[in-house]
């Protein structure tokens, strides 16, 4: 247990409609990372928060947003979903803002399936 | 460009060593990491290295080498438990950069 969390485990919602994934980091870890894993392919980088603040953007639609929140705990929001938007997400979340170079602690991720 | 290169799938007997290569191009390369992912569960952590060299840890070792743009990941005394996907991953500028993984798969 990697002391991250992700509701809901499992999500399934036809195409048109809009989700939100829920993370909360592990105790103490200031930054959140949101991932895309699609079947058979890596880990694709879509956005981190540090702090409340958007640190970096990788390959993030424009449909999806996130935010991070006084407490800590980040939320990624999924609109006008598409078929190919069913993937699993993962959350992680490090101590500071390099997580280029800390390692980063994932939760168990959120399977989408939109029909 | 960001590139990360691995193969796709290998299989290995079980209380084998197998190494599992890595190749990487990045813009501001601040290290690389290597993570575990069982199917359909969490990458976990298993060793990130930024100097040149080898770093052991119990059965698993990691190797980079900055200049060639190359690292291993070396598995000894195979498990069965040891089936599983290894990402590879480069740290970049301002975020990391996952390979597709390579599938393990560790047969008796």
């Known amino acids: 247990d990697s002391g991250v969390t992700q509701t809901p485990k499992h999500l399934i919602t036809a195409t048109g409609q809009r989700v939100t994934l829920r993370c909360s980091p592990r105790?103490?870890?200031?930054?959140v990372y949101w991932y895309q894993q699609s079947l058979d392919q890596g880990l694709q980088f879509l956005i981190q928060y540090y702090n409340g603040e958007e640190r970096a953007k990788g390959n993030i639609l424009e449909r999806f947003s996130a935010q991070q929140f006084p407490d800590l705990h980040s939320e990624l929001n999924l609109s006008s979903l598409e078929l190919g938007d069913s993937a699993l997400y993962f959350c992680?979340?490090?101590?500071?803002?390099?997580?280029?170079?800390?390692?980063?602690?994932f939760g168990p991720g959120t399977r989408l399936l939109v029909l | 460009g960001q590139n990360i290169d691995q193969p796709t799938e290998m299989t290995a007997t079980e209380g084998a060593i197998v190494q599992i290569n890595c190749t990487y191009q990045t813009s501001g390369f601040n290290g690389l990491f290597w993570y575990q992912q069982h199917a359909g569960e969490a990458p976990t952590f298993l060793s990130y290295?930024?100097?040149?060299g080898l770093e052991e840890k119990g059965r698993f070792s990691s190797f980079l080498s900055r200049s060639k743009g190359y690292s291993y990941l070396l598995l000894k005394e195979l498990q069965m438990k040891d089936s599983a996907s290894y990402l590879c991953a480069a740290g970049g500028y301002n975020k990391l950069i996952f390979g597709a993984g390579t599938r393990l798969a560790v047969h008796p």
């Open positions: 290295n930024v100097l040149d």
């Open positions: 992680a979340s490090s101590e500071w803002d390099r997580g280029e170079k800390e390692t980063q602690y």
């Open positions: 105790s103490g870890d200031l930054s």
